[in-house]
């Protein structure tokens, strides 16, 4: 190459290139021409990422920051519950149960001994009924809890995770003191409870329940009527109810589309048919209408709460269960209200000491089946929103 | 605070689910549910799909003809108002023939009640997705191909799912080894049991209780 100034010969050139380069990218005619090439993208979003809460990997194609398709790979975590429950006694399920939804142990607990129940006809204490609601209703506080805290971090709302997690702790506590657990709580068993209540313990419940309301304002205050959150969280994910029923999705989304849907109402287990509480419903579908649903679940919560302490009285904890359970060859379905939708038990007997066959029905892995649907056309950033907004937990979705 | 009411519910699109259902009985019995009114409508309306039915602890189960699963679904659907797919799953009766059973759950939020469907299915054999006329059933089904190897005919994406593509076996089946089998990853090959272990209900097994 010479150096010196560029030559007339030089630049006629460089002219023609780029005139020949022009005419080649130009748009038909009668369209826009287009500044930057558009080109599809295909990226993985996690498995390793903060918002997935767990192990989710989502293959997605994108057009820029635009959503085009969102693929949900799963499994990572599948350990074979169902294949373990058939190998073991009936009792010996009920720890297992634990590790699948292991923000929820409790309801877990709830349905797999519900489903037993059922198959052997089991009459069920109302002390030990009153109890289980209990411990039921805190589990479902304690959910919420981890899904609010975690919801707004991922949206960059740092605060109301330390008003969360602080009376996560408290409701975790409760628990340590009733069972010995936090986490894994293996709380129930066939025919009604391990434990009675230690001393004390319903009075320290009844302080911090009335506590609730005024935290639950807290927590509203933070986020409710926040701008940012509100734009985060508006029109983001819209769902309407014939999509809802179509997908199979429960829970807090299919009441933030407008169905006042509630197993607790719709087929009420052990003593909810007696409580008084509201279903909440909103009726726009969107990631902020089911933040609201389930800041009002909480409240109601609150008012189960109060109403199951003033009914406790003393009494049985275990219904009359045989110590070596053979329930007769049938097979039968439970569900119940899980925080997350409805989780169910199918149970299949042949008459021994070991379930033939038992399956879950796990509200996060159908409701997780409806994410590409609320992601398409959405921005990269509105999925962890997204993803928020279903609160799934991946122990349960693979089991 | 700003959502301190709630606001009135909003009725279901298929009208009020009904508030309360009687309580069980204390001993489930299981008896004919040839009379039912869904299983009847069934008969009507796909001709020859019922092969049984029975009624235990409150729940309807009718077995019906695996070639007119679809069909089954879709008759539920449109005309008895089931339009809530709840569940998709199968069981593995090692030693009968056909070898398995193919299970629907469907819920009416009208008739606020349940329903079971069941269908035959042998080895190798198909059974018609129910995937396009649910689309909850789709992963359902997905994991069912996965978990017992029965395959789908119809099914928009019939992939595995839980485990990975090119897994060998099918976990849930019966004869599968407990504790699994060597797929190359396991950490001390030499602590691998000869063929994988005990199946799940080998009578040698040592089991607790």
Redesign the interface.
């Known amino acids: 190459m010479t150096s010196g100034p560029i030559t007339e010969a030089e630049k006629d050139r460089a002219r023609a290139t780029a005139e020949a380069v022009r005419a080649a990218s130009a748009p038909p005619p009668g369209e826009a021409p287009t500044l930057f090439s558009v080109q599809e993208m295909e990226l993985n979003f996690g498995p390793q990422h903060p918002s997935t809460h767990g192990v989710l990997r989502i293959v997605l194609r994108v057009d820029g920051e635009k959503i085009i398709e969102a693929k949900p790979d ?2 990572y975590l ?1 350990r ?1 519950t ?2 373990l429950f ?4 009936y009792p ?1 399920g009920i720890p297992h149960t634990d590790r699948m939804d292991y923000i929820a142990a409790a309801t877990n607990n709830h349905a797999f001994c519900l489903a037993i129940e ?2 052997l ?1 089991v ?1 069920i204490p109302r002390r030990a009924q009153l109890i289980r609601v209990i411990l039921d209703e805190l589990q479902r506080l304690s959910s919420h809890l981890v899904w609010l805290g975690t919801s707004g971090i991922d949206l960059g709302a740092v605060t109301p995770f330390w008003y969360a997690f602080r009376e996560r702790e408290q409701i975790l506590d409760f628990f340590e003191e009733y069972c010995g657990a936090r986490l894994t709580l293996n709380c129930m068993r066939i025919g009604g409870l391990p434990f009675d209540l230690t001393p004390g313990w319903v009075e320290r419940l009844m302080e911090f329940v009335d506590d609730l309301p005024d935290r639950i ?1 807290d927590y ?2 933070l986020l ?2 926040n701008r940012i959150w509100k734009k985060r969280t508006v029109g983001i994910g819209v769902i309407s ?2 999509e809802c ?4 999705l429960t829970g807090p989304i299919l009441r933030g589309s ?4 509630d197993l607790r ?4 287990y052990e003593c909810y ?1 007696e409580l008084d509480f ?6 726009n579908g969107d990631t902020y209408d089911r933040y ?1 649903v389930r ?2 679940e909480m409240r109601q919560c609150v008012r189960i709460l109060t109403q199951c302490i003033e009914r406790l009285e003393e009494g049985e904890i275990r219904g009359k269960v045989a110590r ?1 359970i053979k329930p ?1 060859a ?4 439970a ?1 119940i209200e899980s925080p997350k939708g ?1 989780l ?1 038990f ?1 149970c ?1 007997s042949n008459g021994t ?2 379930p ?2 038992m ?1 879950c ?1 796990p509200p996060s ?2 409701n ?2 409806a994410l590409p649907r609320l992601a398409k056309g959405h921005l990269i950033s509105d999925l962890v929103a997204l993803i928020g907004t279903i609160d799934i937990v991946l122990g349960e979705v ?2 | ?3 301190e009411q ?2 009135p ?5 298929s009208g009020e ?1 009904a ?3 009687p309580a ?5 019995e ?1 008896r004919d549910a040839a009379g039912h009114p869904w299983v009847r409508s069934i008969e009507t309306g796909v001709p020859g799909a019922v092969l049984g039915s029975k009624e ?2 409150r ?1 309807i ?1 009718v077995t019906v003809d695996r070639a007119k699963i679809a069909d089954v679904a879709r008759h539920l659907k449109e005309v008895e108002d089931f ?5 998709v ?1 199968a ?2 009766w090692r030693d009968r023939q056909p070898r398995f059973d193919v ?1 629907y ?1 469907f819920y009416s ?1 009208s008739k ?1 009640d ?1 329903i ?1 469907v069941k269908c035959a299915a042998g080895e190798g054999e198909d059974v018609p997705s129910i995937a396009l006329v ?3 059933a ?3 089904e997905r ?1 069912t191909w996965d ?1 017992y190897g029965i395959r789908f005919s119809g099914h928009p994406d019939l992939r ?5 593509e090119g897994f060998k076996g099918h ?2 089946r019966k004869d ?1 080894p ?1 504790e ?1 089998i060597d797929t190359g990853a396991a950490v001390y090959p030499e602590e691998w049991p000869e063929g994988g272990g005990p199946s ?2 080998d009578p040698n ?1 040592k ?3």
């Open positions: 799963i499994g599948h074979g169902e294949k058939e190998t073991e006694t010996m059922k198959l006809g009459e304002d509203e205050q409710t009527d109810a014939e029923i179509e997908y199979g407008g169905v006042a849907w109402r719709a087929q009420p048919e509201a279903v909440p419903t909103r009726p609201v800041v009002q070596v007769p049938q097979e039968v379905y569900s409805e169910g199918y299949v000491n070991r033939y066959r399956h029905r892995f159908i997780l089946q693979d089991r | 605070m700003a959502e709630t606001p519910p909003p009725t279901p699109p689910p508030a309360k259902r069980p009985a204390a001993k489930p299981s235990f602890a729940e189960t339009r809530y797919c709840v569940d799953t069981v593995d299970v759950h939020f606020n349940r079971r649910f689309l909850a789709n992963w359902p994991e978990m595995r799912i839980l485990t990975w976990p849930l599968f407990l699994g799940a209900d097994r089991a607790v209780s």
